[in-house]
């Protein structure tokens, strides 16, 4: 199977900063990554798809980008909705596999 | 508007069954392949199953692989998870998605809010 490695665990950060969240995968999986926001109690969202597609209705300060094995997820300016645990996911063949998950925290 | 709506999650004994169901609506079901995906307490997401549009092509967890059982029924636009043997481990908020596209190998743009199983004697 193949795993996915997010770092950090978690990130403390203010209003305003960049913000950037590592993913990577034991194997080569191409670009076949997405990257989800996850609030308490809340469903998880769809931010990026096919590691640097932004899905429809997520804000411009998201953005993804790598191929491969390494990946990253960008927030260029962190809002106070951003704060959140965040992960990766390829689908390259299954089993499907998460990241950890990154929790982004207030600073 | 694309809904999906899990049901049937509850407490269950080890070793027991349960099926849970996601019914789908504000899209056409049968073009879209879907998912199962879990979050126990406090960990993170997991995989659990996912089948392609017409049911022709399933895949599934190592963790849960010859216990759980993913259907649909298009007809019904509805989305089925058998559970068979039941551990402690499967005790998880169960989460229904739609997979973007016809195939289950992609993203999960839709999801609903989940249902709860606990196995717990």
């Known amino acids: 199977d193949i795993q996915m490695t997010q770092s950090p665990s978690t990130l403390s950060a203010s209003v305003g900063d960049r913000v950037t969240i590592t993913c990577r995968a034991s194997q080569t999986i191409s670009t076949w990554l997405a990257w989800y926001q996850h609030k308490p109690g809340k469903a998880p969202s769809l931010l990026i798809y096919?590691?640097?597609s932004l899905e429809s209705g997520v804000p411009s300060r998201f953005s993804g980008s790598g191929s491969g094995t390494e990946f990253t997820l960008t927030i260029s300016s962190l809002q106070p909705d951003d704060f959140a645990t965040y992960y990766c996911?390829?689908?390259?063949?299954?089993?499907?596999?998460f990241g950890q998950g990154t929790k982004v925290e207030i600073k | 508007e694309v809904q999906v709506v899990e049901s049937g999650g509850g407490v269950v004994r080890p070793g027991g069954s349960l099926r849970l169901s996601c019914a789908a609506s504000g899209f056409t079901f049968d073009n879209y392949a879907m998912t199962w995906i879990r979050q126990a307490p406090g960990k993170g997401l997991e995989w659990v199953s996912g089948?392609?549009?017409?049911?022709?092509?399933?895949g599934y967890a190592d963790s849960v692989k010859g216990r759980f059982t993913i259907s649909r029924e298009n007809a019904k636009n509805s989305l089925y998870l058998q559970m068979h043997s039941l551990r402690a481990e499967d005790t998880a908020l169960y989460y229904c998605?739609?997979?973007?596209?016809?195939?289950?190998?992609?993203?999960?743009?839709?999801w609903g809010q989940g249902t709860l199983v606990t196995v717990s004697s």
């Open positions: 096919k590691a640097s």
């Open positions: 996911q390829h689908y390259n063949g299954d089993p499907w596999t």
């Open positions: 089948i392609n549009w017409n049911g022709g092509s399933t």
């Open positions: 998605a739609r997979i973007r596209g016809p195939h289950y190998y992609g993203s999960a743009d839709y």
